[in-house]
């Protein structure tokens, strides 16, 4: 397994909310949730990859019209309202090890739910880190 000295953001969105259908990509100061977690990650300048992780193929393209690149296109068994954060992470671990792939050092958790946070406070945090 290769691991880089990297740190990459991942973005968590399935589309099966129960509660408020399609919340992931709901309209927040004229763009989809899912758009202001990808901008954001997008400026901070020491993330290497921006990875997006769902199992909706319409989230999909909503993420690369935002500037996505690195998709992980998950199973049903995942995207459950049950199915922890954690059991997505492993996943995505696991398909890449699978794959030869290599993997940062570090992720960078942002979820679409709060799309109110500052680059700066981000940055300070990474950097504290």
Known sequence: MIINKEIWAFIPAR????SLKNKNIKLFMK??????SILLAKKIKI??????????????????KYGCKHFHFRSSKISTDVASEYSVFIDFIKKRIKAKKPLPKYFLHLRPTSPVRSYKTINKAINFF
């Open 15 to 18: 589309s099966g909310s129960k």
């Open 31 to 36: 763009k989809p949730l899912i758009a202001h």
């Open 47 to 64: 993330i290497s990859q921006i990875i997006f992780s769902t199992d909706s193929r319409k989230y999909l393209k909503i993420a690369s």
